[in-house]
């Protein structure tokens, strides 16, 4: 038999797997927490930090990513709190300034609610989720792309820059990729980006419990684990 | 070397030393650290040892290469024992008179001592010097006396006997309970509860432990590890060792800089000897204890300092942090449970088993107990390494043992904490030094590094030059640090180029808040520490930058234009061969002119002028 | 490539001897050829990408050669406040390259580092190994133009042994 705890989530008690994640404890029961990195059955790594919550003990509270955290006995988690949301928010921000381009990010962006957008756009086609990465390396056990540099010159790339002869031509890197669904209106030309929006409508929440799923058309477009189960 | 198999073997091994040594009249100890070498003390050792070999001197002067002394400024320094004489800034030519008049004539060479800058007095001995008289030099003291490639040196001044008394009659219980006790908080900036953190160690289950030098000391500014690693290694040895008793782990690890060279070859070299005399090994002094230490270098990343970052790191990876929500002393270096402190910290584990808990707690503050190494640099007149009682001011730091403004200009702002910390105003000069006062100041003890600012330094490029240098460290991960901490310094380059505006300055806010709360590491988490502190202390400077497009300290090249004085210009034409880019132009003898288009505001020009004929408007 | 054999004698097959041979690769190439991160790969059984990755995140390595003088420029707090930045300018300004390059005809190559630890003496310069203190832009002047001038004699006397 499965050992399980007992969780409180946005004040809703909630059981779940031992040794599961907060995340994936949470999207069970129907609590909507945005993700980008997280992939169901890959490791967790905790980079675009959008799944944050806010982990209480003892009157304090601790932000976190959910997808990192393991679920434990007598937990205290707020997914919506009027600061994770703010974070959440800025967050989001900045990822859709990097990569305008992509659906995915956009749609990321309604989620969690940025409405305007006060950095210059740039117009990059990697936000470096490393979902490719994790593919390749993990669930192919290719080794054919990682990150390579550090700060501001990390890239996905190939060793040598080249695709080397080891690579099982899958596809999983794109497959996976935020980045392969274009905005509906086409890509975005050099300086002419901006924050679409237009899917605002379809980020219905249920009236009475905020944060709670309804499996909206937005999951689809940055492969929510909702969809992809 | 024989191999001690027994813990007197070590105590009479001293007294062997001891005897040997006694006939010693006179040391001469030249500190032959990585910054005096800067300073030519090679040279200088060379000179003496010639002079000493062609004017033949007593055989029982002794001249003794040590690590660094401390007072860097001073360098290259030789101090003579008994006697405590101290020579500064010395240079090979001097060489021939020192050793014809002071080692064979016992003659104080006037020249040679240390002037006060402030007081104009002079210094015959270390002690007059008030650099050194305002501090509390615990950890310093030992290293004028250790060759650091010497375990001799170190066994005679009482090395290893901590490790001994431990062996012999402390448990490894009691060894955490009376670190505990000290009320040590661990010296690598966080702050945490040595103590805790090794009870939490030891009460980890697991057969194989690990604990951990951390050695990269990232932090620019901060060089407090590199001497004492440098300097006096098997202290640092000694204290992992009682740390590893005490936790009860098998294997050590000293990870140091790559962009340390001399500290990697001295750490090297003691784990060596202590191997080769049995103090390292199977059964250590013959008892059940057994523990080896490796030294490795690390890549040359800042990141790595972070403790899962070196960790992952050691194993030989890409340092990239990984979430902390299991902590490494459950789950550290190749997920067994692991103890990383800092150089500092381990360096303080052997006096505080030799001289008890409530001696090290007797020093220092409520919440910070003991002595703290500081590196006092930047635009103030003596700088070098001071180690202080917890709890002295910044004021007596700056002032009394720093002796004040270096160049005519105003000190305004001292960075402590390095790219984790912040920069307090002269406002805040009274505060007692201590990791929670400058915690709530909007700073961070961090390692120790301490680089004064004046009003010739511009806060808003201070800012800019720590989210640069935090841009370019960041491993990437995480999208706060790697694109929050990208989007910060746009902004704050807006600023230092006069497009900034005030509804930039919120945001810039609002990100650093972000960034703190968000990010994966403490690399990210601290972040933002030098844009809020400065903007806290120092605002007014934010706007006159964003509001009047002015930089008030004259440092920000797109606020500011150079211009050569006609009535001071007398065409000696030394400016227009320094320029690299041939922006002066003009005839010898006659006023030169700076062409604007040219002109990249590098300042070169008026470093070199002598004339103070270039002016910054 | 024989001559990394050396360096792995006793390493082979343990990944977490990455580091430390990458970096004895570094000391005797001056460099990581490619060739040697594909030796490397092979005999630690770490996978090539991981190699490339490691090579590539280290500031101790660098994937090219670099010149015959290596003038590396301390950039730590110490060493800006006290105006490390005019000494970025003067090497762009007489070299015309930018930190990171290495000069066309290879006799220079200039490196900034982020604190080398002898704050007290800054700015600090190191060339080829040796620490030099106090630096101003004069000073940096010179050590180019006597780094290049080495140049230049040599080449009149390759011109007089012909």
Known sequence: MIQTVTLTIDGVPVKAAKGASVLDAALEVGICIPHLCHVPFLQDTGACRICIVENVKNGSSRVTTSCTLTVQEGMNIQTNSEKIRKLRRNLAELLVAQAPNSKAIQDIAVRCGVKEVRYPFRNENCVQCGRCVRYCTEMWKANALGFVGRGKNRRVEFPFATRPDFCKNCGSCTLYCPMSITPCGGPMKRGEEHLCGKCESQAVTAPNIIGACTRCELGKGFSCTRHML | ?617 | MTTIEPILEGRRSQPDQLIEVLQDVQKICGYIPQDAMKTVARELGVPLMEVYRVANFYKAFTLKPRGKNVITICTGTACHVRGSDLLIDQVKGQLNIEPGDTTKDGLITVECVNCLGACALAPIVVQNESYLDHMSPAKLRKIIDHAKGKKKKEASDAQVQS
């Open chain 2, 1 to 617: 070397m024989r191999k001690f198999n027994h813990s007197s073997d070590l105590e009479g091994f001293r007294q062997e030393l001891l005897e040997e040594r006694k006939d010693i009249t006179s040391t001469i100890i030249i500190p032959n650290g990585t910054c005096c070498q800067a300073a030519n003390s090679l040279a200088v050792i060379k000179a003496i040892l010639q002079e000493i070999a062609r004017q033949g001197v007593d055989k029982n002067v002794q001249v003794h290469l040590t690590g660094c002394h401390g007072f860097c400024e001073q360098e290259p320094m030789i101090l003579f024992e008994p006697g405590n004489i101290i020579y500064c800034r010395v240079t090979p030519e001097d060489a021939r008179e020192i050793v014809g008049r002071t080692v064979k004539g016992s003659e104080v060479i006037e020249r040679l001592l240390y002037t006060d800058p402030v007081s104009g007095k002079t210094a015959r001995t270390e002690a007059e010097i008030p650099f050194y008289q305002a501090q509390d030099r615990q950890l310093l003291q030992h290293n004028k006396w250790v060759d650091p490639r010497s375990i001799k040196d170190y066994i005679a001044i009482g090395g290893y006997r901590a490790l001994v008394k431990t062996l012999d009659s402390i448990s490894p219980k009691t060894v955490v309970e009376e670190v505990r006790s000290s009320g040590l908080r661990g010296r690598g900036g966080g702050g945490f509860s040595t103590g805790r953190k090794w009870a939490e160690a030891r009460s980890a289950p697991s057969d194989e432990k690990y604990v951990i030098c951390n050695a990269d000391e990232g932090d620019p500014g901060a060089y407090m590890d590199r001497c004492l690693l440098e300097s006096n290694p098997h202290l640092i040895i000694e204290g992992m060792m009682i740390g590893a008793w005490a936790v009860g782990a098998q294997k050590g690890y000293i990870y140091v800089r790559n962009e340390y060279p001399l500290a990697v070859q001295h750490a090297r070299l003691a784990v060596k000897q202590a191997r080769d005399i049995g103090l390292l090994g199977e059964n250590i002094l013959g008892s059940s204890f057994s523990f080896d230490v490796e030294v490795a270098r690390g890549g040359g990343a800042f990141v790595c300092g972070e403790s899962t970052a070196l960790m992952t790191s050691l194993e030989g990876k890409v340092g990239e942090p990984r979430p902390k929500d299991i902590h490494t002393v459950k789950e550290g270096l190749w997920n067994r449970p692991s103890v990383l402190n800092n150089v500092e910290t381990w360096a303080n584990i052997p006096s505080i088993i030799m001289n008890g808990s409530g001696w090290f707690a007797s020093k220092g503050t409520k919440g910070s107990k003991g002595t703290k190494i500081f590196a006092l640099t930047g635009q103030v007149k003596n700088t070098g390494l001071v180690e202080i009682s917890m709890g002295t001011t910044l004021h007596d730091i700056v002032f009394n043992i720093g002796g004040g403004q270096k160049n005519g200009k105003a000190i305004k702002a001292v960075q402590t904490g390095g790219p984790s910390g912040g920069c307090l105003p002269l406002s805040k000069f009274d505060l007692p030094v201590d990791f929670d006062s400058l915690y709530e100041a909007g700073s961070m003890m961090g390692s120790g590094g301490m680089v004064v600012m004046d009003e010739g330094t511009c806060m808003v490029d201070v800012a800019k030059y720590f989210l640069k240098f935090l841009q370019d460290e960041s491993c990437g991960k995480c999208v706060p640090c790697r694109i929050g901490v990208d989007r910060m310094l746009e902004i704050v380059t807006d600023i230092t180029e006069g497009r900034g505006t005030r509804e930039q300055i919120t945001l810039l806010e609002e990100l650093s808040e972000t960034v703190a709360e968000t990010s994966l590491c403490g690399l990210g988490k601290t972040a933002p520490n030098p844009v809020l502190s400065t903007m806290r202390y120092f605002a007014d400077e934010y706007f006159a930058h964003v509001d009047e497009k002015r930089c008030p300290a004259g440092v920000c090249k797109a606020l500011i234009s150079y211009d050569i004085l006609d009535e001071k210009c007398n065409g000696c034409g030394v400016c227009l061969r320094a320029c690299p880019h041939g922006a002066i132009k003009g005839e010898k003898k006659k006023v030169h002119a700076i062409e604007p288009q040219l002109c990249l505001k590098c300042g070169i020009c008026i470093t070199e002028c002598k004339f103070d004929a270039i002016a910054v408007g």
